[in-house]
Each structure stands twice: as C-alpha cells, then as structure tokens.
C-alpha cells in the first residue's frame, strides 16, 4: 500500500470521528478512566489478532525496555496531558499547540537522532501550518480561553507525543520488533501505566457504563481505528517519511474535525478567516509534499516488513 495511503488514513481517523468518539466517552466516565478503558481494548485485541493469526513472538527484556518507553511516551502519558490540557482550554487554542507537533519532531530529531528535516521546504510549509491552524480558530483565539496550567500541560502533551515519536523510531532500528508486534506490547505498557495511574488517583469507579451504548461503540472506535489501525499507519509514515513529515499530519487534523462536526452537527460557522485557515492548512501541505527531483510521496511504497 502506498505510504500516502498510510498518512490518509491517519488524518482522516484521528481528524475525522475521533473527536467526536471522545466526547461521546467522556460524558459518561471520567479522563482518566476513558483512556484507560481505551487502550485495555486495543491492546487486548491487538493481541488477540496476533495470537490467532500465530505471530505472538518472544521478545527480548531489552526489547520489552523499549516497548514500554513507547507506552509511557505514546500510549499514555501523552494523552493524560493533552485530556487535562481540554479541560480548561478551547478546543480552537488545543488544536493550535498540538499542530506544533510538527516542529517538536523536526527539533527532537535533531537533538536525539540528529537528523535534519527530511525536506528544504519544511520550515515554509510549518509555517503556512500553524497559521492555518491558528486562523481556523482565530474567534476561539481571540476569547483566550484557557488558564497558565492548561497551556503548560497542552505544551507538554504535544511535547510527549513529540519524543513517543521517535522512541518508535528506536524501536524499530535497535530492537528489529515487527511494527503490529510492538504497537500491542506498547499498548499493553500504556494501559499498564493507566491504570496505576488511575489507582493513584483513587475514588475511581472502574465498571465501565453499563446502560451507555454510545460509551462501548466510542470506546470501541477509539481503541480499533483510533489505535490499532491509526498509530500502525502514523508510526508507518515516520519509518518511511521520517518523523518531521508525519507530524505535519497534525496541522490537517482540525481541518478534518471541523469538515466532520460541520456536516454532522452544524456547530462551526465557516467565517472568512476560517476558510483562508483551512486553505492555508492544505497548500502547506502541498508544500511540504509536492513532487520533486525526488521521488513523490504518493509513489513512495511501503517497504517489506514483518507484522
């Protein structure tokens, strides 16, 4: 499958109804507890996949180090941050700094990988990013909703994700781990880390809603597509692209979400700095992937690689 595919789908997951699933979650259980109950189903079927399919292999303690590095960095604590960061911010001011995802992976690749962004054009197609990102919102901007500590905790979330990126890029170079192999052992770590962490917190009512649907269906949404099916492909882009490139995926998420909540909710109105937003969103996009003297991302496929 061509890697654009792989990025395709990773924007059109986490930037379609995923935002929606997580309302949906949320309203009946609390943060920390829909987060956990998130990654105990994906990795539980994760591993139910690989055991029937007979491709649950041994692994090394040094692998499983790296594995649950990945669950603290990307399954985890990442999103107990971003959570507690939407709690006293604007959707609109927490789609703005998670678009900086896009220029915490060019920085830490080069200060732990020492890699250079993978393309000339990068810093301009950042930049036309995150000024569409931030003109998309730029009525929620303007209110400046949102309190010192849910600016810290967004920036850290992102950050988080940021540095989850490249561990999954060490794990794939120094452990040699099958790529749906290491997503479930990280996500069983994630869930792991979770749940201890829900124990710390106390008080927590661990029986998932009973009488909401809605809860199980956006639990399930989130943990399948939302997990399974999305860091595969996301975590696919940042072996072949590099992790500077995938995280522009980042930028494209708001556009998505708003496309999705407008043609099922009608809640968002397309003002004029709205649609150049979007339109700046997109050619950054263009930007930073347009064929070259290179070979174009959309004929670049996926190299062989054990699941």
Request: hydrophobic share 55%; net charge positive; charged share 10%.
């Amino acid at each position: 499958m061509p890697i654009s595919a792989h990025y395709g789908l990773t924007v059109l997951i986490w930037g379609g109804l995923t935002w929606t699933a997580i309302r949906l979650q949320v309203e009946s259980a609390s943060v920390d507890l829909a987060v956990f109950y998130r990654f105990v189903m994906a990795s539980v079927v994760a591993l139910a996949v690989l055991a029937v399919t007979r491709r649950l292999s041994r692994l090394t303690p040094g692998q499983h180090g790296w594995l649950f590095l990945q669950g603290l960095t990307l399954y985890s604590v990442n999103f107990l941050l971003i959570y507690r960061a939407a709690e006293s911010m604007t959707s609109g001011l927490l789609a703005v700094v998670f678009s900086l995802a896009a220029l915490f992976n060019a920085f830490n690749g080069w200060l732990w990988l020492r890699t250079r962004p993978t393309a000339r054009l990068y810093p301009p197609a950042v930049a036309l990013g995150v000024t569409g990102v931030a003109l998309l919102f730029w009525h929620d901007l303007q209110l400046g909703n949102a309190t010192g500590a849910s600016i810290l905790f967004a920036v850290a979330g992102t950050f988080w994700f940021s540095m989850g990126n490249l561990v999954s890029v060490k794990v794939r170079a120094a452990g040699g781990v099958p790529l749906f192999t290491a997503n479930a052992w990280a996500m069983v770590y994630g869930a792991l880390i979770l749940g201890l962490w829900c124990l710390v917190q106390g008080g927590v009512e661990w029986m998932p809603p009973a009488t909401s649907v809605f809860w199980g269906g956006a639990t399930a949404f989130l943990a399948v597509p939302g997990s399974i099916v999305a860091f595969y492909c996301y975590i696919t882009v940042i072996q072949v692209l590099g992790a500077d490139k995938a995280g522009y995926a980042a930028v494209l998420f708001p556009v998505v979400a708003l496309s999705v909540s407008t043609w099922l909710e009608g809640g968002f109105e397309w003002t004029t700095p709205a649609m150049l937003g979007a339109l700046l969103a997109i050619l950054g996009n263009y930007v930073l992937f347009r064929p070259g003297k290179r070979q174009s991302v959309s004929a670049t496929s996926v190299p062989e690689q054990r699941t």
